[in-house]
């Protein structure tokens, strides 16, 4: 359980970090030249125009990061989720925590309310197995 | 009724095909984005605006390798003596010949620069090849290969259009490279088709482009990665539910197996 616990949460935190740079750094970087994005969004500001450095290293950090990431997430999700099957948790708490890992900045509050919902379990649970 | 069916998990079935549909959705719009992107690297040169053929290439100058297939505005003097004739070609199926005559830019003896006019049958029904000032937008390619040798180093019949074997025909130097006559670019007052001066395709028929630009492997290979991400994805949303099921079917028998068995802690 604790070598569960603690891969999830190495991951969740390595997903959340790049998590942030990519959608709040390298995102806007990229993307925010005054032209369309991803072919959703009409027009964006132009901030930092195609050419600029600004614009330059967001291409770097969506390019190899925003890959990167995706596959990283891949494991993150296998070790969450082999949380939630040692932690024995109800499938809403599971979906929730592995939705909200893909969400900047949330990622953090989830893996929070995860280790605590792990630690508040052990703690009632090791009195329990003593009486026995 | 099995316990799965019940309507209290119904938003949980929903869930779990909503989310394994938009990954695999979302993989399609990006596998979509990278054959795009690819068709674009491959052949969006033909239709960008045509430059000035000095501002690619002088006539020493090795061929600009990201320039295959680009338009550019060509304004000189043909040289009619240098026609050559470049057999296997096909057109509509039927193998025959390229016609090309060298085009001095800007003057007679300055250095000239191969352009193909056209296709023909046979050279024999070729009309005969322009004289004097001419001016029209052409498609840069760059000198063909070295496979085929020369075998008749006599005639006007060439088996590739390699700048090193068209030099024999003329007395001036050659760029490194040929254009190919555009019928076709990107909107704008360029001299093509009807308002070209002299562009000496009168009588023959439309040459296709041999060379376009080749697509790297790894144009695009970040929407590839990301279309195969979101499968994955999709893939373990189905199997994350196909875990819950088990759960739920385990969960269903474990009751009734504990009313079967005997209660031997009760005194």
């Known amino acids: ?132 | 009724m099995p316990e799965l069916l019940a309507p209290r998990y119904w938003a949980v079935h929903l869930l779990a095909l909503v989310l394994t549909a938009a990954a695999g959705v979302l993989g399609f719009w990006q596998y979509d984005a990278w054959n795009a992107r690819r068709d674009a690297e491959a052949v969006d040169l033909t239709r960008v605006a045509p430059e000035p053929l000095s501002a690619l290439m002088g006539p020493d100058d090795p061929f600009p390798g990201t320039k295959i297939g680009q338009p550019v505005v060509l304004g000189g003097t043909w040289v009619p003596d240098g026609t050559v004739y470049v057999s296997g070609r096909e057109h509509e199926g039927r193998k025959g010949y390229w016609v090309v005559t060298p085009l001095a830019i800007p003057g007679p003896t300055d250095p000239a620069l191969p352009v193909v006019r056209g296709w023909v049958a046979d050279p024999a029904e070729a009309p005969h090849a322009p004289t004097g000032a001419a001016e029209f937008v052409g498609w840069l390619q760059p000198s063909e290969g070295s496979r085929t040798a020369d075998d008749d180093r006599t005639d006007d019949v060439l088996p590739q259009l390699r700048v090193a074997d068209v030099i024999q025909h003329v007395d001036q130097d050659l760029y490194g490279a040929y254009a190919v006559v555009a019928d076709d670019v990107a909107p704008g007052a360029w001299p093509v088709g009807p308002t070209a001066t002299n562009d000496g395709t009168g009588g023959l028929a439309r040459p296709g482009l041999e060379q376009l630009p080749e697509v790297s492997t790894f144009t695009a290979v970040r929407n590839l990665l990301y279309a195969v991400e979101w499968w994955i994805f999709g893939l373990f949303a189905a199997f994350i539910w196909w875990r819950w099921t088990q759960d739920v079917r385990a969960a269903e028998r474990a009751p009734e197996a504990a009313e079967a068995e005997p209660v031997p802690s009760d005194p």
């Open chain 1, 1 to 132: 359980m604790n070598s569960a616990l603690t891969r999830y949460r190495v991951m969740a935190t390595v997903v959340g970090v790049l998590l942030i740079v990519l959608c709040l750094i390298g995102v806007p970087l990229a993307n925010f030249d005054g032209s369309g994005m991803w072919g959703i969004f009409p027009s964006t500001p132009a901030w930092f125009p195609v050419g600029s450095t600004a614009h330059e290293v967001g291409e770097l950090i969506t390019s190899y990061l925003g890959v990167a990431h995706g596959w990283l997430y891949m494991i993150f999700l296998l070790t969450a989720f082999q949380l939630s099957r040692r932690a024995a948790w109800d499938l809403p708490f599971t979906i929730v925590t592995l939705i909200c890992g893909t969400i900047p900045v949330v990622s953090f509050w989830a893996e929070h309310r995860a280790t605590a919902r792990v630690r508040a379990e052990r703690a009632t649970a090791v009195p329990t197995s003593a009486r026995t």
